[in-house]
T-cell receptor
Framework: GAVVSQHPSWVICKSGTSVKIECRSLDFQATTMFWYRQFPKQSLMLMAT?????????EQGVEKDKFLINHASLTLSTLTVTSAHPEDSSFYIC????????????FGSGTQLSVL | AQSVTQLDSQVPVFEEAPVELRCNYS??????LFWYVQYPNQGLQLLLK??????LVKGINGFEAEFNKSQTSFHLRKPSVHISDTAEYFCAVSQGGSEKLVFGKGTKLTVNP
């Protein structure tokens, strides 16, 4: 089946540095990718919708200047957490979509970010 | 706004016992409903979905769920669990036609020998 690869699976960084997370669709072209965040014991919360070749659409309360999303090709979307702070420590997970209904929505394995 | 409530954060059961993972949702419009499973160190995998039609939905690995509109519920069931079913299970809802999902907090199912 279709596979979405997310890298890295975990990252530790110092406060004030930037971290880039990659999400790749390995065997299909994903026109739309989604980025979610999950704090401990909380739901996965949609952060933004990433469309190839256009600006990402951010959900209310998500700072677009802090969470930079680039979807430069049909197989790659990146999320950059800029000037990371300890409160940004979380589990980030991406998903990629075939055009159509949600059954063709595939998830990456997630990235655990810890900011010291 | 839509919301999803998974009433149990953890459910421990013994192997071969039946299990029900509860999910309730709130929405003012028609919805699509999903259950996803996440095994350790893996991504989310679709177990089953309800879009329309029969309210009893059968999914992979012997799981099924029943959509109950009057109770706004979509509980997940399996008559006999295996140790390999140990994982985190997420209920999700989307407004009909939308690809945006709203997730519950997840239920950690632990199957003990």
């Amino acid at each position: 089946g279709a596979v979405v690869s997310q890298h890295p699976s975990w990252v530790i960084c110092k406060s004030g540095t930037s971290v880039k997370i990659e999400c790749r669709s390995l065997d299909f072209q994903a026109t739309t990718m989604f980025w979610y965040r999950q704090f401990p014991k909380q739901s996965l919360m949609l952060m933004a919708t990433s469309n190839e070749g256009s600006k990402a659409t951010y959900e209310q309360g998500v700072e677009k200047d802090k969470f930079l999303i680039n979807h430069a090709s049909l197989t790659l979307s990146t999320l950059t957490v800029t000037s990371a702070h300890p409160e940004d420590s979380s589990f980030y997970i991406c998903s990629a979509s075939f055009p159509g209904i949600n059954e063709k929505l595939f998830f990456g394995s997630g990235t655990q970010l810890s900011v010291l | 706004a839509q919301s999803v409530t998974q009433l149990d954060s953890q459910v421990p059961v013994f192997e071969e016992a039946p299990v029900e993972l509860r999910c309730n949702y709130s929405s003012s419009v028609s919805v699509y409903l999903f259950w996803y499973v996440q095994y350790p160190n893996q991504g989310l995998q679709l177990l089953l979905k309800y879009l329309s039609g029969s309210t009893l939905v059968k999914g992979i690995n012997g799981f099924e769920a029943e959509f109950n509109k009057s109770q706004t519920s979509f509980h997940l069931r399996k008559p006999s669990v295996h140790i390999s079913d140990t994982a985190e299970y997420f209920c999700a809802v989307s407004q009909g036609g939308s690809e945006k999902l709203v997730f519950g907090k997840g239920t950690k199912l632990t199957v003990n020998p």
